[in-house]
């Protein structure tokens, strides 16, 4: 099962992924938690990922497509893997259906999260996340037991710096102007599922799910 999950930022990318990967057992690739982890650690890549992302910005195509390299090929995608938020550009597209065709593989299908833009705001404002383990939680959808505090690990929940408002609204614009037209680019693959992200996130992976094994 190769499956890129594409969406707007919020669509809940990520909250979806953990629940598909644990079922079909192939791992989670985030391009945005692979930024994440740099920026921690400090290093050069993070530092040049950082003054983009907290403008709302794509990081550019050579950074990202230099950070993710051949991830998707390592031994642990024998089964095949999940790509959250990669590829987000056409050029990112062409790069990975590059990688992929050289290596004799096909992607499964491209699962198109659909949320209208004023749900998202809402969504992003109230997602917290555990600074330690990455859980991802909403003041309003998806409340941790105690305030600020991670239920898996109670390590400290934080808004991420790229979730004020101000930046959202970039965000969405970006989105819409960079990585919307690889809906069309992968409708015209014939491997494009649209599946509506606005109901409980429990019902939207069950609607997944069931597209999923149409297609696999
Ligand atoms: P993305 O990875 O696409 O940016 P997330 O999975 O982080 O999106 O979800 C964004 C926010 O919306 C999070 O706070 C998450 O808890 C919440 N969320 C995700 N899916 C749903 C849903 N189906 N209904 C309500 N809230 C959701
Ligand atoms: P995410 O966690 O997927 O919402 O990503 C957070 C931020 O990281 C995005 O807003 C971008 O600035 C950056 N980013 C993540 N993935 C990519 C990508 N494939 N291409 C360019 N920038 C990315």
Redesign the pocket.
Known sequence: MRII?L???????????SMIISKYAIPHIST?DMFRKNIKSGNELGIEAKKYIDMGLLVPDDLTLGMIGDRFLESDCQNGFLL??FPRTLIQAEALGEELKRAGKNLTAVVN?EVNDDVIAS??T????CSKCGA???L???KPQEEDICDKCHGQLITRDDDKLATVINRLQVYKNETQPLIDYYKGKGILVTVN?????E??FNNICSTLEKVR
Not at 126 to 129: D, N, P
Not at 197 to 201: L, S
């Open positions: 999950l969406g707007s930022p919020g669509s809940g990318k990520g909250t979806q992924a945005g959250d938020g999260l969504r992003m109230g997602r917290r996340v991802n939680y909403n309003v959808f998806n992200g606005e109901q409980d996130a019902i939207v």
